[in-house]
Structures are given as structure tokens and as C-alpha cells.
Nanobody
Framework: QVQLVESGGGLVQSGGSLRLSCAAS????????MRWYRQTPGKERERVAH????????IYADSVKGRFAVSRDNAKNTVYLQMNSLKPEDTAVYYC???????WGQGTQVTVSS
């Protein structure tokens, strides 16, 4: 039912930027908050950003605060994550999800070289 397709990852040098996109379908996108997560082998999945259904409430993990910006376009059923000043410790697979959903997409790999 729910489909989440992340894109925009890649290889970037420390200090660089990437913009991730998540295209959602299978639910009424505009009614739900959306979240970005990241996961590195050996570590717990970490929620990095939250955006409310209308975009008015945004929450970031301390580890990315001031560097990442989440936004959404409800007309396009898409949520974005702008990542600036990237650090090697940001290297992970990044996923988006809605809070009700138990199924995850493939994610998009972000690799930050030192």
C-alpha cells in the first residue's frame, strides 16, 4: 500500500551538500507528519528530522541541528531533506517514513568522505 521512494544520495566531500527527496504514495500524504531517519551498520536507526503535516512544526536531532533542513510539498507528495556542512559521521542510509507506517523503502545512501 504505502510506497516511499528516497533519492538524491551520493558521495560528497566533508563540508558539501546534498538534497534528498522522498516521493510518497498509497496514503493521504497531506494528513500526516513525515520523518527522516538514518541508519549505519552497527548503530540504531536515528530519527534526524520531523515535519508536521502542514510543515508548521519541525524538529531536528541535535546531531544535525543547524545543518539540515526538512521541507515538504504536499501538492507533490514529496518531503525533502537539505543537508549542508556534511560530516563523515553523517554517512548512512537515509529513509523517510510516516509515523503510522511499519514498512520501509530502500533508502538512499549518503557517503561523506574525509
Amino acid at each position: 500500500q504505502v510506497q516511499l521512494v528516497e533519492s538524491g544520495g551520493g558521495l560528497v566531500q566533508s563540508g558539501g551538500s546534498l538534497r534528498l527527496s522522498c516521493a510518497a504514495s498509497g496514503f493521504t500524504f497531506s494528513r500526516y507528519a513525515m520523518r527522516w531517519y538514518r541508519q549505519t551498520p552497527g548503530k540504531e536507526r536515528e530519527r534526524v528530522a520531523h515535519i508536521s503535516s502542514g510543515g508548521g512544526t519541525i524538529i531536528y536531532a541535535d546531531s544535525v541541528k543547524g545543518r539540515f533542513a526538512v521541507s515538504r510539498d504536499n501538492a507533490k507528495n514529496t518531503v525533502y531533506l537539505q543537508m549542508n556542512s556534511l560530516k563523515p559521521e553523517d554517512t548512512a542510509v537515509y529513509y523517510c517514513n510516516a509515523p503510522f507506517n511499519d514498512y520501509w523503502g530502500q533508502g538512499t545512501q549518503v557517503t561523506v568522505s574525509s
